[in-house]
């Protein structure tokens, strides 16, 4: 038995004045995408290496000053002691890069082929994302669903509303939209500079503009098609409520 009458309602969790899917997810986006400071040190890396790709054709120095770039910011992140997630993970895309360049390598591949093979991990990762959004909905547990669930203290009971779940499945789809895009594109380039169907140095540079113009424009235009969206919503979070 407790001292607390029965009838006495529950405490709500607090929410940092939080009072909508809408805000909580928009929150959480802010989060993820590190504001514009982390969005730039994402896109920094890329951007210097497909430029000094296309005109050096340098596959060793575009490599390299990627990778100091990247560098660079984490060393200017450490000494303001700010969150370095970011920059790592830019490192961590350059880093898969250059290991499926040295494998083209090993292969005896052409420097053309290495630069191809520096796109394959990008085309990979944006269609395996592209799967699991799409799967997530498919399954009625959409991806960004968990993104209010880890704000409300609940991770499923988001789920129990049906007006939260299918506003969460049309922002998890429009997640997908540019990693599907990204595909739709850029593999076929890719496959026809592999099989040389198109000039190899005709392919890579097409992958290094697109790389860059369907890199954080088209993400952009994505999340303000989900900020639209938000914008014209309020649905109610639901807290969760301590057990007897």
């Not at 029965?6 to 009072?19: I, M, Q, T």
């Not at 890069?97 to 990008?122: C, E, N, T």
């Not at 049309?170 to 599907?180: E, K």
């Amino acid at each position: 038995m407790t001292d607390q009458p029965v009838d006495e309602p529950a405490p709500s969790v607090e929410h940092d004045g939080v009072e909508t899917v809408e805000a909580v997810v928009r929150a959480q986006m802010s989060k993820a995408l590190g504001g514009r400071r982390g969005m730039l040190e994402a896109a920094v890396p890329t951007i210097v290496f497909t430029v000094l790709w296309l005109t050096t054709k340098d596959l060793r120095t575009a490599l390299t000053v990627s990778i100091g770039s990247a560098l660079v910011l984490l060393a200017v992140r450490l000494v303001q002691r700010s969150s370095v997630q970011f920059v790592l993970n830019a490192l961590f895309g350059i880093g898969i890069g250059a290991l499926f360049v040295r494998i083209s390598a090993s292969r005896g591949g052409s420097a053309d082929d290495q630069a191809l093979a520096y796109f394959l991990p990008g085309i990979i990762y944006n269609a395996g994302y592209s799967v699991l959004l799409a799967f997530t909905c498919l399954i009625g547990w959409p991806l960004v669903g968990f993104m209010v669930g880890s704000v409300t203290g609940d991770a499923t009971a988001w789920h129990r509303d049906k007006q939260v779940v299918r506003l969460c499945s049309l922002l998890t789809w429009l997640l997908a939209v540019p990693c599907a895009l990204r595909v739709v594109v850029q593999a076929p380039i890719w496959f026809a500079g592999k099989s040389g169907a198109i000039h190899a140095d005709s392919a890579v540079a097409a992958l290094g503009i697109l790389k860059i113009a369907m890199g954080w424009p088209l993400q952009l235009a994505a999340l303000a098609a989900m900020v639209w969206v938000l914008s014209r919503n309020h649905t109610p979070v639901e807290t969760t409520q301590p057990t007897a």
